[in-house]
Nanobody
Framework: QVQLVESGGGLVQAGESLGLSCAVH????????IGWYRQAPGGQRDLVAA???????KSADSLKGRFTISKDDVQKTASLQISSLKVEDTAVYYC???????????????WGRGTQVTVSS
């Protein structure tokens, strides 16, 4: 069974940097798109940044500049680097990926379980 495994969350102070990683576990053909969403307490799940198979990057306008997404097609991983963290960045960060099954038989959308990022002032 294919699944996403996230790592790298934790408690950090405002102004620090943090890196999150997401790995696709299981057999797939390739990743069509992979990205990060976040959900603050009481809020909705919003796009932070995503990167497509053609290396096109989508990101929230309000977050551009502090969030950098990258991927490794061979390792089937994606990373999110967050700099100059703010208290309002506190949220659960979820990895989401659209992956092609073996032989391009189908396109599946996967979500990770989420990793908590807490920024203290």
């Amino acid at each position: 069974q294919v699944q996403l495994v996230e790592s790298g969350g934790g408690l950090v102070q405002a102004g620090e940097s943090l890196g999150l990683s997401c790995a696709v576990h299981g057999y797939i053909h390739s990743i069509k798109e992979i990205g990060w969403y976040r959900q603050a307490p009481g809020g909705q799940r919003d796009l932070v940044a995503a990167i497509t198979e053609l290396d096109t990057i989508k990101s929230a306008d309000s977050l551009k500049g502090r969030f950098t997404i990258s991927k490794d097609d061979v390792q089937k991983t994606a990373s999110l680097q967050i700099s100059s963290l703010k208290v309002e960045d506190t949220a659960v960060y979820y990895c989401k990926a659209d992956v092609w099954a073996m032989g391009y038989s189908k396109l599946d959308t996967l979500w990770g379980r989420g990793t908590q990022v807490t920024v203290s002032s």
